[in-house]
């Protein structure tokens, strides 16, 4: 299990909500991304952060990807 840094951003730059958790990889860490746009409706995009690096950052348009 590692652990994520995940920031919810608004489109001005605002972080309303972080959260700090364990997944077991990379994938289910970005499944968990999406699940918090669908939570917080008011972010534009959440940053996945692996330690202190950003790992990647899912949009709102990128929100359903099959």
Known sequence: MKTFTFL???ADG???????????DEDAARLRADQLLVEHTSC????????EALYAQVSRS?????
């Not at 534009?44 to 330690?51: F, Q, S």
């Not at 990128?62 to 099959?66: F, M, V």
């Open 8 to 10: 919810c951003v608004r």
């Open 14 to 24: 605002g972080i309303p909500a972080m959260e700090l958790s364990l997944w077991p």
């Open 44 to 51: 534009n995009a959440v940053e996945i952060w692996d330690d």
């Open 62 to 66: 990128q929100e359903l990807r099959a």
